[in-house]
């Protein structure tokens, strides 16, 4: 038996560490602690297969299909589709962490080719019915000057097995007033890569032009429409032999020309005026129409987007402080006017539209917390009962 010293001496130890393993096991029963004061964020992993901000999905269209290609907050690529009656399918990873653009074309039935940039360096991938290629990841295709691609790039296709890149922004502005020119670089595909593997064509030695968009509107035809220092629309086009100089649209814009092409011999652009900030209408056919036409409208983001089913029928979209508008145009008639087309969870931007088939369209609108929602339009382009959003990545 412990005397009675040692026994209260013992006692007081036993209090001492049984204070002290409440303290460090039991911390809730004393105080708080900072773990619990606020629930921890959940892992970037959670989220990684939510939209980049800021960045449109790109949509192509096979016979069956409709392919849907985005970049995570992961900074890496990824993949999903639908089948033409059918709902959207698991999210594919395609990797890599550091891409920050993304584009993509299909330039025949089940075959989808994905180029991405992390604004200087560009890769390639493509998909041959449901293989991903190259097997070992993804094509370096170089870096031709800088960061050439930090404000994106475009991709189109003139016929099977061709392929041609542009960079969206040709020179930059480091001063009020001052605009430096740099090189206008292409790279194309067609049975290899044009000049190869990593090199990049000159087109134009020095030039500033920015917010290009390019169409193919036939075989060996191609049409570039950009935006100089001036503010001024000008047009570039290759004849299937020769590139022609840059040339004046003799118009005024302050964002990227929607372009389309409803015929081989026909192009359309849209342009956002820059003191009025309404949609203004042009066209080619054969000849310029320059004499810009004012349709209305008034987009809190300035995009416009639309999409061409056939050569009778063009549909466009421009986002507002309440939603999607949506004006369209029947051949032998005339624009329908803009009318309320709808939002979703708070998108207000003007969605990405593809036409999947005649009197099938399909749009995508991205809201601020990264989710891309789809929906397929009624045969008037609008909203239409029978058919509801659809979430694309959950």
Known sequence: MFSKGRNTRFM????????IILLVLGQGVFFTPRALAAAPAAPLA?????????RQPVVTVWSDRINVVFIGLNGNIWYTYKLLNGGWQPLVDLGVGTFDRVDAVSWADQRLDVFASDGASMWHKYL????????????YLGQPDGYVFSN???VVSWGSGRLDVFPKNVGYSNCYNCWNDRPFYHKWWENGWGTSQTGWQTLDPAVYINNIQAVARASQRLDLFGINWANTIMHKSWNGSNW??????????????????????RLEVFVRGYGDDQVWHGWWDGTWHGCWTPMGGNSHSGEITGATWGPSRMD???????????NY?????DWSGWTYFGSINGATDAPVAVAAGANHLELFSVTSAGQIWSIRTDTNGGKGTLYDWDYVNP
């Open 316 to 326: 466009i979209y421009e986002g507002r402080n309440d939603g999607i508008w949506h």
């Open 12 to 19: 007081l130890l036993v209090v001492l560490c049984s204070l």
């Open 128 to 139: 041959v019915g449901t293989t991903w290629g190259p097997t070992t990841g993804w094509e």
């Open 329 to 333: 145009f029947n051949d032998g008639g």
């Open 152 to 154: 994106g790039f475009d």
């Open 46 to 54: 959670a989220y990684s297969h939510l939209a980049k901000a800021y």
């Open 244 to 265: 022609s100089s840059w040339e004046s649209m003799n118009g005024l814009t302050k964002v990227t020309p929607l372009v389309l092409s409803r015929a081989s011999d």
